[in-house]
């Protein structure tokens, strides 16, 4: 056993100000989801009125009760459908994630038309491409509640659409990849959105409710002067006896959530079995994690401290703990199962490298996970760090990352800026789930040293010119940098444009990596039958 030592005071002054400063963090995040919930929420009396249910009452519905749900994104499009940081309302339209129905883990995603008729918001595209991967990679039937006014005209923008086709792809990628699709339509599924109800393997419609076409009764007139009635042109009742796509012809949304659950409890799958292993909880309170991370990326941090209160029993077997010490490596478990650690005490260097990219090959070589625990400037600089092979070592890293065979799972915990976020697997080196600690801060590099670097080069460009700048404009030049870096590098920033999974409140993490280290087992011990299409409506 290697029992990490505490070394932390939680008396401290410093203790108590990460702590507070932590959980201000947390107040804010959950004060934006509520929000969300709030908008939505408010439209329930119009909801109920036309025997509908609101969208978070539907998902509540087709979960199993009792039962874990990992809610993805919900920060997604934060000040992106209006700038006033009081008035924004996250989760782009779209409400997301892991549970269980009918007791097989699956992907749940639900339009929230409670907020702008279930249009959707800014980057609430990139959130559902996201969330369809993440059932592709991890194996996970798809189970999606359709009701939506389709893109939002007023925002109207040509890439959204052209992007938005991956939608459907991956929707018949899920079908053809032998991942059951299923889908209830609860409301309109109109357009290119059609297809959103078309491309699925079983489809539950409700009655006088349910809207299906690819053009609604005023641009049907628009473009060809035929005048139909919606019900008779897209409703349930026309696709379940003569259309033929629906399959399942439901009385009201929780009729139809009811046949959903049936529909999976049928399917020939497997359903994870609890768990038997023994483990032993951390030696350390779970809440001490608010008040070991500072607030400023600047000052140090033992790492070691953090892993001690999530895995079990606080029990670690570092890995070539004297060679490369700022790059921490090594070996533990996370209720009972198996995982290798990579984290940061400072700057990449090169024996760092070096060492991480050796323990990554390990892990691989016996079918360990790898955890990345982002706390880094990046890699280090000068000259004696360039002819020392810093480019080549880091990039060995950097390719040991990409090539890795074991599922990776990274969170962003203090500062991951420049190569160091490629190095630790930010999230253009698709680790398979990706969360932040809400102090997290992500950049190419730090907004003062952004701005030291172009204030350097202006300078001497201006000299060559032989017209100096004068020191107030460069200060102002300055400080622009600074805040476009500044108001770009935080969680609410990188979350709202899904550049991550979610962020997670620090004392969730053993929970949060125990459900996903056990989404990654199944998955990939899943073999699905494949086929070549999907399945084709009658």
Request: one cysteine or more; charged letters at 20%; aromatic letters at 6%.
């Amino acid at each position: 056993m290697a029992i990490i030592e505490n070394t932390i005071s939680t008396g401290s002054a410093a203790f108590q100000a990460n702590r507070d400063g932590m959980l201000g963090l947390i107040a804010r995040m959950r004060t934006l989801e509520e929000r969300t919930r709030t908008a939505s929420a408010a439209a329930k009396d119009r909801f109920h009125k036309r025997g509908q249910l609101l969208p978070r009452e539907r998902v509540a519905l087709v979960l199993d009760p009792g039962a874990p749900f990992l809610e993805l994104s919900t920060l997604t499009g934060y000040m992106f459908d209006v700038p006033d940081p009081d008035k924004s309302v996250p989760g782009g339209g779209v409400i997301a994630g892991i549970g269980f129905v009918s007791g097989i883990r699956c992907m749940v995603s639900a339009n929230d038309a409670g907020i702008d008729a279930g249009a959707l918001q800014p980057f609430g595209l990139d959130k559902t491409l996201r969330v369809q991967e993440l059932a592709l990679e991890n194996k996970l039937p798809y189970v999606q509640l359709v009701e939506s006014a389709g893109a939002n005209l007023l925002r109207y923008r040509v890439e959204d659409f052209i992007r938005g086709g991956n939608i459907f792809r991956n929707l018949a990628r899920l079908s053809a990849a032998g991942l059951p699709v299923v889908t209830v339509t609860h409301g309109s599924s109109t357009a290119g959105g059609a297809y959103q109800t078309g491309l699925s393997d079983y489809i539950v419609m409700v009655r006088g409710r349910t809207r299906a076409f690819l053009a609604g009764p005023p641009l049907l007139k628009a473009a060809t002067g035929e005048i139909a009635p919606e019900e008779e042109l897209g409703g349930a009742e026309m696709h379940t006896a003569i259309s033929g796509l629906g399959d399942y012809l439901a009385e009201d949304d929780r009729d139809a959530l009811r046949i959903a659950r049936e529909i999976m409890a049928a399917l020939e799958w497997d359903r994870p079995n609890p768990g038997t292993a023994q483990y032993k909880p951390p030696r350390y309170d779970q809440e001490e994690l608010l008040g070991i991370m500072p607030l400023d990326h600047k000052r140090p941090v033992d790492m070691r401290q953090a892993i001690a209160r999530f895995i079990d029993d606080s029990d670690f077997t570092e890995f070539a703990p004297n060679y490369g010490p700022a790059t921490v490596c090594g070996h533990a478990r996370i209720e009972g199962q198996a995982i290798g650690i990579i984290t940061n005490n400072g700057p990449l260097d090169v024996p760092g490298s070096n060492k991480a990219t050796h323990f990554i090959q390990a892990c691989c070589q016996t079918r360990t996970p790898l955890l990345y625990l982002n706390n880094t400037t990046g890699y280090m600089v000068g000259r004696a760090y360039e002819e020392a092979g810093m480019i080549k070592h880091g990039s060995k890293m950097i390719q040991a990352v990409t090539s890795a065979t074991v599922p990776q799972i990274t969170i962003y915990c203090g500062a991951s800026f420049g190569a160091g976020n490629y190095g630790m697997c930010g999230r253009g080196f698709h680790p398979r789930f990706c969360f932040s600690w809400p102090n997290a801060k992500t950049a190419v590099m730090g907004g003062e040293q952004a701005a030291g670097t172009m204030a350097i080069v202006t300078e001497a460009a201006a000299a060559r010119r032989g017209k100096p700048i004068e020191k107030e404009k460069l200060e102002a030049f300055k400080a622009q940098i600074i805040d476009v870096f500044d108001k770009q590098m935080d969680v609410f920033a990188t979350s709202a444009r899904v550049l991550d999974d979610g962020v997670i409140d620090p004392r969730d993490t053993r929970a949060i990596l125990a459900e996903v280290l056990a989404i990654c087992r199944e998955g990939d011990a899943r073999k699905p039958q494949r086929m070549q299409f999907s399945v084709a409506r009658p």
